[in-house]
């Protein structure tokens, strides 16, 4: 792909395009000109590629030279206003379609902007006149609340847009309302060309076994907002903020409006400066709310989901996904907010609080639309649980407990390699705790004058220990509450016994000397 000649810092202006908006929209009309009039065509672009910027030329081209209207769909409020400026900018006259549009005048306009359900009402009361209407755009064309729209096109060529050609229903796939899909540049070209910014990701390991999957495949808000309201989470949230992003704009994606008010107390209390955004704000408060974000250089935003569309912000450097999700396009959606270029930044950060970096890949991954597009159970049935992905996390010491353990090369034992070692040596499943143990105390040992320094080293190791029983009982498969109690309860009193019975012997292998008396 060529680059443009003039410097991407330059704010191009909304009627200029770029040499890889202008082949996306010759390959469109290429595929309108020689196919059938009821043809469903889907074009895949990143986020932050100019779907709007494409769809408009295409109106204004399509407008001039054909007598037929244009009718661009969209599923949210905020789309529909966007779309409508946007088309305006390129000199398309048209008619934003709302609740309360009077439409009397509907023969006046050859270009119609509608919110999905207010058209649903409107063609069903014989409200619109549709019969000439040759060209179908829909905005988000992943969510399947369209779709029930299209028996009103039977005769109208219909283009879908979206990021991501994976439909929000596995139970409605878009191979069975689409007859094509153009695949548009990829994200690492645009990134290449300068077009959007690099991402740099910093995923935390999240023990998410307790989020339970709603009706509409993704976790539910409750378990969610079980596990992200707990003070170690709301904790964990802001440690991460303070060490990866520190005085950087900041937005945060939250599963709940409760999570979201949380870490809005969460960080208030430690000083930073926030605000909270959710679906229940007047629009004078939302527009008071992104003013302060966007004149506010430290600002921090927390939010549910209602700003992964429609919401460009290009001053954002960092994004913090304080939840987890099985949705591919939300995943790619919240990512995107922060992937706008702007002056000088050539980069972002990403912050996963929800294993979602172990689920889907990198954000920009090569990943194949066409395959994911024609076998999308294909690509969901390979999707990783999470008791897949958190088998092969490394529990270590956190780097503040790690400072007390400074003298010891290696905190980190493998429980699960150590299981399987002793399964295949034909050994007892209980070795694991004892070597296990071994190894604690040699460790507090390594960083101990005495033996009471020692066993005060120990008790430092309870998560450590939690974490090591958990993972025992998933090999032997033996997971009840009371048992993991038990077990933990009594590998604490196991490694204090062994450290009062064998320290003097240890520190002397370890040291080559006695301990002093």
């Known amino acids: 792909m060529s680059k443009p000649n003039s410097a ?16 996306a ?73 709302s609740s309360k549009a009077n439409l009397d005048d509907q023969a006046e306009y050859s270009c119609f902007v509608a919110m999905v359900e207010t058209l649903n009402n409107r063609l069903n009361d014989d409200m619109l006149d549709i019969s000439d209407v040759g060209l179908v755009i829909i905005d988000e064309a992943h969510y399947n609340s369209f779709t029930k729209l299209f028996k009103f096109f039977e005769n109208s060529f219909i283009l879908g847009v979206t ?80 060490k990866h992003s520190l005085g950087k704009k900041t937005l945060i994606f939250n599963n709940g409006i409760n999570t979201s008010i949380s870490v809005y107390y969460a960080f208030r209390e430690a000083g930073l400066p926030i605000m909270h955004l959710d679906n229940t704000a007047t629009k004078k408060q939302r527009k008071q709310i992104l003013d302060w974000f966007h004149e506010t250089p430290n600002a921090i ?45 050539e980069k972002f950060t990403v ?11 990198p954000w920009g991954a090569d990943l194949d639309w066409q395959l994911i597009f024609k076998s999308p159970n294909w690509f969901t049935d390979r999707i990783k649980s999470d008791e897949a992905i958190e088998a092969n996390f490394k529990h270590d010491l956190s780097d ?57 080293l120990a008790k430092l190791l309870k998560d450590d220990i939690n974490q090591r029983i958990e993972v025992y009982a ?16 009594d590998y604490q009193k196991k490694l204090n016994s062994y450290l009062r019975a064998n320290f003097d012997e240890k520190f002397e292998e370890i040291h080559g000397y006695p301990p002093e008396d």
């Not at 099985?326 to 922060?338: D, F, N, P, W």
């Open 301 to 345: 935003l927390t939010s549910v989901s209602i700003l992964t569309t429609g919401f460009d912000e290009p001053t954002i450097d960092t994004i913090i996904l304080n939840r987890a999700t099985k949705s591919l396009t939300l995943y790619y959606q919240m990512i995107g907010r922060g992937s706008r270029i702007l002056n000088n930044k």
């Open 400 to 456: 503040e407990i790690k400072e007390e353990f400074s003298k010891s090369e290696d905190t980190y034992f493998d429980i699960r390699q150590c299981y399987k070692d002793a399964v295949d040596a034909g050994e007892s499943s209980k070795v694991v705790l004892e070597r296990s143990i071994e190894h604690h105390a040699k460790i507090c040992i390594e960083n101990s004058e005495d033996v009471y320094d020692a066993i005060a």
């Open 25 to 97: 929209i010759s390959q469109i009309f290429e595929k309108f000109d020689s196919a059938p009039d009821d043809y469903h065509l889907l074009y895949q672009l990143p986020t932050g590629g100019g779907k709007t910027v494409i769809f408009s030329e295409m109106v204004r081209q399509y407008l001039k030279n054909h007598n037929k209207k244009v009718l661009v769909m969209t599923h949210r409020i905020e789309l529909c206003n966007q779309t409508s400026k946007m088309l305006t900018s390129f000199g398309v006259t048209n008619k934003v379609v």
């Open 163 to 242: 990021a991501t050609p994976l439909s929000s229903n596995k139970d409605l796939p878009m191979k069975d309302n689409y007859d094509e899909l153009i695949t548009g540049e990829s994200i690492e070209n645009l990134i290449e060309n300068e077009f959007l910014a690099r991402c740099e990701t910093y995923a935390y390991d999240m023990g998410l076994t307790s989020l339970e999957v709603g009706s509409n495949g993704d976790y539910t808000v409750k378990s969610s907002e079980d596990l992200y309201t707990s003070p170690a989470m709301l904790q964990k949230t802001v440690d991460a903020y303070k």
């Open 351 to 361: 912050i996963d609080l929800g294993n979602n970096l172990y689920r889907f890949g």
């Open 474 to 489: 998933k090999c032997i498969s033996k997971s009840t509450h009371n048992f993991l109690k038990w077990l933990k309860d």
């Open 8 to 23: 991407i810092q330059e704010k191009k202006t909304d009627k200029e395009l770029y040499d890889y908006q202008h082949g």
